[in-house]
Every structure is written in C-alpha cells, then in structure tokens.
C-alpha cells in the first residue's frame, strides 16, 4: 500500500500541536514583566533541551535494534 501525503500532514501536524502547548503557555507569560522574560526564556530552553536529549536517545535505540536485527 502506497502511503499517503495526507496522513504524513496530519500526524506531523498533531505532534507540532502538542509539543507546542507548552511554548505557547510560557510566551503568553513573557511580557508580563522582566522576570517572567528571563523565567520563560530558561524554562524553553530546559524544555527544548529535554526535546533534544529524548530524539537522541530513540535515535540511537533504534539504531541498536536495526544492528541486533542485521
């Protein structure tokens, strides 16, 4: 079965969704004062770092099952 564009669009735009509640809750705190700021910008980059470390450790577990398999 061939697959189709459309459910690429739909899955891909599903997983943008819920990786991005949690930025735009924090930029709507963002201008509320200089504090929030600095607050918002350390917590997006805690969060995008935690986004960082999981990709890589399902890429390289997926990695070792493809070599086991091969």
């Given at each position: 079965m061939v697959p189709v564009a459309g459910?690429?669009?739909?899955?891909?735009?599903?997983t943008?969704?819920?990786?991005?509640?949690?930025?735009?809750?924090l930029i709507g705190l963002a201008p509320q004062s200089d504090l929030w700021t600095w607050l918002v910008?350390?917590?997006?980059?805690?969060?995008?770092?935690f986004l960082l470390l999981l990709l890589l450790k399902l890429k390289k577990r997926q990695k070792k099952e493809n070599l086991n398999q091969g």
């Open positions: 459910n690429n669009l739909v899955t891909g735009s599903s943008a969704i819920i990786l991005a509640i949690p930025l735009l809750v910008l350390l917590l997006i980059t805690v969060y995008f770092s």
